[in-house]
Each structure stands twice: as C-alpha cells, then as structure tokens.
C-alpha cells in the first residue's frame, strides 16, 4: 500500500513547507511524476515515509511548476532530492560531485532510511554536511557540468 | 580483732588497725590530702583579702569535710551577698573541727604539718571577720553608687519624652493622659526591679526605644516623618471589628473569571516543553517558523557553483537571476515580464 505523498506546484508552497517543517528534515523531491526513475524514487519515498514520520517529512516538486527553485538549486538531472532541517540546506557527502543534493534513486528503501537518520543526527548536533552511509557504489552516477560549458 | 571499715579506702578490713600502714591506704589518703588542700588554700587566700558577691546559685555548694565526716556550706550568703569561702574558715574554726582533725590525723597517721594547715586559729578568723566587714561595707556602698546612677537614668529619660510629648503641634489630651500612667506605672517597676536584681542593665536600654517607638506614631516634619491624616476605619472595619480583609473582597469591575491558562495555551506550552528537550545546538535552532516572508524569499541554500558562505549563493543567484531578466527583455523587445519583482535588492 503506498501512501501519497504531497506536492508542491509553486513557490509560495515550498517556501511554507521550508518553514513550517520543524524539528523534521525536509525531502524535496524534484522531478517529473511520468519519468521512469523518478517513479522508482517515489515508490521508496512513499513506502517509506511513514516509518520515517517522526524524522522526516516528504515533498513532491514538479520541476515544471517551479523554474525559480529548479535554477536556485542547479537541479540539472532529475530526480534531485534536497534536504532541509529547520530551514536550513543540509548538504551530504556521497562520493559524488554534488554535495547539494542527491541525483537518482536509491538502490534500496534501507538507504534511503539510513541517510534521513544520519541526516536528522547531524542537523541535531548542529552539522550542516554529513557524510552519507550508502555504499558509493549504490550511488548513481552522473557527470557535473558547469553550465557556461 | 574485728571488722573495720575504712572510709578512706571504702573497704572494710578484718585486720584491725594494722591496714592504715599499707600502701593502697596511705596513697588514698594522700590524694584526698591533695584535694582537700587545694579547697583550704583557696580559703586561705581570702583571709587577707575577703571576696564579696552578688547571690547568684551556684553559691550554695556544700563541700565534704574529711575529719568531720559532714558537709558543709562553702560561702556563707544570706540570699542578697555572699561572702566566699566563708562557710569553710568559720567550719575549721570551730572546735569540733579542731578535735575531729586531730583524731583523723592519729589514726590514719597522716602529717601533722597538714593537719595544722586544716585548722584556721582564733586570730586568723578575727582578721577574718574584720576584713569581711570592711568588705561588706565597700560594696553596700558600690550598690548604692549604681542604683542612684540607674536613677539618673531613668529620671533623663522621663524629661526626654515629656519634651516629646509636649513638642508636638497638635494638642491631643487623651494621648498625654495615658502616656502619663504609662510613666508612672513604669517608675516604681523599674525601681523595684533594681533592688532584686543588679543584671538587668540590658532592659533600660531598649525599653528606652520601645516607648519611644510607641509614642511617636504622631509625627512632625521635625521627626523626618510625614503625617498622612487620622485614619477613619469605622466604616469598613478592621481587624478588630472582625471584618472581611481587603483582598478576599470582591473586586466590582472584575466577574467571574476563569482561573489558570486556556487549552490553546496549554497545548503550546505542551509543544513548548518538547522543544526544551531538544539539543540546542541543533541546525536550524532559532529559525523562525512563523516569520512572514514576501514571494522572493529564499531559503539558505549553498550553491554548487558558489564556494562562498551561503548568503552569497542567494545574491549570486539574484545577480544571474536579473541579467538573464535583462537578456530576455533585451530579447523580447520590450514585452512587459511579470518577473521584474526579481530585481529586488536582493536584501529580504
């Protein structure tokens, strides 16, 4: 059974949920509900965010009804998930390029509860990054692009 | 020969007379010696020079006479003075003493220089007397020195608060009446007081500033005090008539009020108690979730392109934000965008 998750359809409602959200991380998922990976990320997302309730709270953003944030965040490959903690970014190390977010999917919904843990400890001893527990390898890969190029 | 018991040793003693020679006999006696002659040279020591005191309880002590066998009063009192010591020469005066001495000495062979010392003569106990004469009559006269000293104090103090009373502006007879029988009554106490007892120097002291504290609830711009009009209780009462105090009255503004915090209030001190046990260090701490912010809001976000503080992602944000505003314009060729609220100055 799969929950549904909320979504974001304009800026107003993602700077609500930027703020509003407290003590909790926030999961902004950005992408296109049609797309193949964004539909497995969504199907993690979902399953999992009522065990993760406590800790976290879930977002769907439509890249298309947000072009402000899509260019403020760099969000060149979809999906892109960022996080947030009490309106604060809270960037992760996960082998990859770009510590501003997460590109891609998780191989499985265990990673996916690992990293909003050790999201949620870091952001409670007061850590802007932290470093992710998902094995590199399970970690897409993409290439980062500077946009000029 | 028969049994015999020892008062010195506490022992009674089959062998007759013989023990007093042992040695467990004579040290026994020798520490009573000992004792009994430190009692006598205190004694001894005011025949010269005789101590008067005031009575006071510890005056009634009786010592144990060895010779006699009796107890005897130590200072000699008659409930107003003593004289110290006195009980004990007048006891070894006497010729009972004298003769119990002398058969203690024999038959427990003790010294006989000691058992002279035991003995005050007729001549020492003349001195005696002479000297505690004298002596009584110094301090008759000491007490009297103090007494009319206390007087004199008591009478300055009576001028004083007559000139109180008569100083003030607003005449008032009723206060002069009983203030007066205050005094007169206080007199005659006091004095009496005196006579029974010579320790109560404290008492003059703050039953100086009882009356006077009592007596100067009317005041004058001469005292630092200001008056504040006669006070008119009959109307509502006082303590005395039994009525209701101040704060149980009802207040006539104010209804029937509810007492204590309101649910909304209580749910947030409920949340605000969950709060406080959070680490306060956390990210993000003192974010504001209320704050009202306008539509170009953005949040605290560090870019991927930007390796500055995080403020600086936003304004180079904004900065891209307006040149491609002006590209597109310049593009559009003067189509109106709807976005131009982006050219902020970028501060929120």
């Known amino acids: 059974m799969s929950f549904f998750l909320p979504k974001l359809s304009c800026k107003k409602d993602i700077d609500d949920a930027i703020k509003t959200v407290a003590e909790k991380v ?124 | 020969m028969g049994a015999f018991y020892c008062s010195i040793c506490g022992k009674t003693d089959f062998s007759g007379k013989g023990h007093i020679h042992g040695k467990s006999h004579q040290s026994k006696l020798k520490v009573i010696l000992v004792k009994f002659m430190d009692k006598v040279k205190e004694a001894r020591r005011t025949i010269k020079n005789p101590q008067v005191e005031k009575y006071s309880p510890h005056h009634d002590v009786k010592f144990w006479c060895y010779c006699c066998a009796l107890e005897v009063q130590k200072h000699v009192t008659d409930s107003n003075i003593t004289v110290l010591y006195g009980g004990l020469l007048e006891h070894m005066s006497t010729p009972e003493h004298r003769k119990n001495t002398h058969k203690f000495c024999w038959d427990n062979k003790a010294d006989l220089k000691l058992r002279d010392k035991f003995i005050t003569t007729e001549e020492e106990t003349e001195r005696f007397k002479s000297e505690v004469s004298k002596a009584l009559e110094q301090f008759e006269e000491k007490e009297d020195v103090f007494i009319k000293q206390q007087a004199a104090v ?64 009317r005041s004058e711009p001469g005292f630092g005090l200001t008056f504040i009009g006669y006070q008119n209780s009959s109307s509502c009462g006082n303590v005395h008539t039994g009525a209701v105090p101040p704060w149980l009255l009802e207040e006539p503004d104010e209804g029937p009020q509810e007492m204590g915090p309101s649910i909304q209030e209580f749910l947030k001190h409920k949340e605000q108690e969950k709060l406080k046990k959070l680490p306060p260090n956390r990210v993000g701490a003192n974010f504001d979730h209320s704050s009202h912010t306008d539509a170009n809001w953005l949040p605290s976000f560090g870019r991927v392109w930007n390796s500055g503080r995080r403020w600086q992602s936003r304004n180079q944000f904004r900065e891209e934000e307006a040149k491609t505003r002006g590209k597109r314009k310049w593009k559009d060729d003067g189509k109106a965008t709807k976005k131009q609220k982006g050219l902020s100055n970028g501060e929120l």
């Open chain 1, 26 to 149: 926030l999961v902004l998922r950005f992408g296109r509900d049609a797309d193949s990976v964004c539909l497995q990320l969504d199907e993690i997302l979902s399953k999992t965010a009522h065990d993760l309730s406590n800790m976290a709270s879930v977002y769907l953003v439509d890249v298309e009804t947000a072009p402000l944030y899509t260019r403020y965040f760099d969000i060149s490959f979809i999906p892109s998930t960022v996080f947030f903690f009490n309106g604060q970014h809270m960037k992760v190390d996960y082998g990859s390029p770009d510590h501003t977010k997460f590109v891609g999917s998780f191989k499985t919904k265990q990673d996916f509860m690992d990293l909003i843990e050790v999201i949620y400890r870091g952001a409670m001893r007061g850590k802007l990054i932290v470093r992710s527990p998902i094995d590199p390898r399970n970690v897409p890969k993409y290439e980062l692009l500077y946009h000029d190029i």
């Open chain 2, 154 to 217: 008591i009478r300055s103090q009576e001028q004083h608060r007559l000139e109180v009373l008569q100083s003030l502006s607003e005449p008032d007879p009723e206060l002069l009446q009983p203030a007066e029988l205050d005094h007169y009554s206080n007199k005659p106490t006091a004095r009496s007081s005196h006579s029974r007892s010579y320790e109560m120097e404290a008492q003059p002291g703050p039953s100086h500033e009882d009356h006077e504290a009592s007596h100067c609830h």
